[in-house]
């Protein structure tokens, strides 16, 4: 339970350290603010596009080996973020813990429900949702008194120190074998994943981009016009297609990325 709860810790960690470090990374790499935020946003970005494909493939690998396997990943994000000469490894180290995260989320719940049982499970799962606040908490005390006295980077050493502890802890787990029967429906991850991508980043960019007509801001324009709203119609008609190949795989008696059927209530006797 400790490196379940650990593991939490490591994950809101990060994601608490990261608005601390800006400040740094601007001064560090002279690059504009909105350029160092964009290790918030592809952490958010690699998490969500790829959480269901981690879960699906978690179930086929099986949760016990692949997870320690992760936490290494999440163990080289903090390397790069310590040791990144540009701004560029610090986001390709965010763009990696996103990944990685993306696994372990729903390892988490798989390893509680597979070790733990009646109160103790509802204890365990209690455990990640006080993790959270535990980390955030932690984090800005910690990490704001080390990036004014230090430096932003010491603040992933922490990280470092807590993958290393929750990969030791790792090998005490047990959980069912993985099934190898398990089929990934990569052209329905590519599409949700790109979807998300799309819609974030054009609803995150409206403002700076223009919500018609595209600002100087912008990237580059489409015939005078933003990429902002271009980006939520093509996140919209990915999100779309996404769906419509899910029904047609269920309808073919194919297993789905994600299975979107629900089960009939049973009426109460």
Same mark, same amino acid.
């Given at each position: 339970?400790?490196?379940?709860?650990?593991?939490?810790?490591?994950?809101?960690?990060?994601?608490?350290?990261?608005?601390?470090?800006?400040? $740094?990374?601007?001064?560090?790499?002279?690059?504009?603010?909105?350029?160092?935020?964009?290790?918030?946003?592809?952490?958010?970005?690699?998490?969500?596009?790829?959480?269901?494909? !981690?879960?699906?493939? $978690?179930?086929?690998? !099986?949760?016990?080996?692949?997870?320690?396997?992760?936490?290494?990943?999440?163990?080289?994000?903090?390397?790069?973020?310590?040791?990144?000469?540009?701004?560029?490894?610090?986001?390709?180290?965010?763009?990696?813990?996103?990944?990685?995260?993306?696994?372990?989320?729903?390892?988490?719940?798989?390893?509680?429900?597979?070790?733990?049982?009646?109160?103790?499970?509802?204890?365990?799962?209690?455990?990640?949702?006080?993790?959270?606040?535990?980390?955030?908490?932690?984090?800005?005390?910690?990490?704001?008194?080390?990036?004014?006295?230090?430096?932003?980077?010491?603040?992933?050493?922490?990280?470092?120190?807590?993958?290393?502890?929750?990969?030791?802890?790792?090998?005490?787990?047990?959980?069912?074998?993985?099934?190898?029967?398990?089929?990934?429906?990569?052209?329905?991850?590519?599409?949700?994943?790109?979807?998300?991508?799309?819609?974030?980043?054009?609803?995150?960019?409206?403002? !700076?981009?223009?919500?018609?007509?595209?600002?100087?801001?912008?990237?580059?324009?489409?015939?005078?016009?933003?990429?902002?709203?271009?980006?939520?119609?093509? !996140?919209?008609?990915?999100?779309?297609?996404?769906?419509?190949?899910?029904?047609?795989?269920?309808?073919?008696?194919?297993?789905?990325?994600?299975?979107?059927?629900?089960?009939?209530?049973?009426?109460?006797?």
């Amino acid at each position: 339970m400790v490196g379940l709860f650990l593991a939490q810790v490591l994950m809101s960690f990060n994601v608490a350290a990261l608005p601390i470090s800006l400040g $740094g990374m601007v001064e560090d790499f002279g690059v504009p603010p909105t350029t160092a935020s964009s290790t918030i946003v592809v952490y958010g970005l690699a998490v969500a596009a790829l959480v269901m494909t !981690g879960a699906k493939l $978690g179930q086929r690998v !099986g949760w016990v080996p692949i997870f320690p396997v992760v936490v290494v990943v999440f163990a080289g994000s903090s390397l790069m973020m310590i040791f990144s000469p540009t701004v560029a490894w610090a986001i390709g180290g965010q763009l990696l813990a996103g990944a990685a995260a993306a696994i372990i989320v729903p390892a988490l719940v798989a390893l509680i429900a597979q070790n733990y049982a009646g109160s103790q499970q509802a204890t365990a799962v209690g455990s990640l949702g006080s993790a959270r606040a535990f980390s955030g908490m932690s984090a800005f005390l910690i990490g704001g008194a080390l990036g004014t006295t230090v430096g932003w980077r010491p603040i992933f050493f922490i990280t470092l120190g807590l993958a290393v502890v929750v990969f030791v802890l790792s090998f005490g787990l047990r959980s069912a074998a993985g099934d190898r029967g398990i089929k990934i429906d990569t052209v329905a991850s590519a599409l949700i994943g790109a979807s998300i991508v799309s819609l974030t980043l054009g609803f995150n960019n409206l403002n !700076g981009w223009g919500i018609v007509r595209a600002t100087e801001g912008a990237p580059f324009n489409i015939a005078g016009l933003s990429p902002a709203p271009v980006l939520i119609v093509l !996140g919209v008609v990915l999100g779309q297609l996404f769906f419509v190949r899910t029904k047609r795989r269920a309808a073919a008696g194919r297993v789905p990325l994600v299975d979107l059927s629900v089960p009939p209530c049973t009426p109460c006797s």
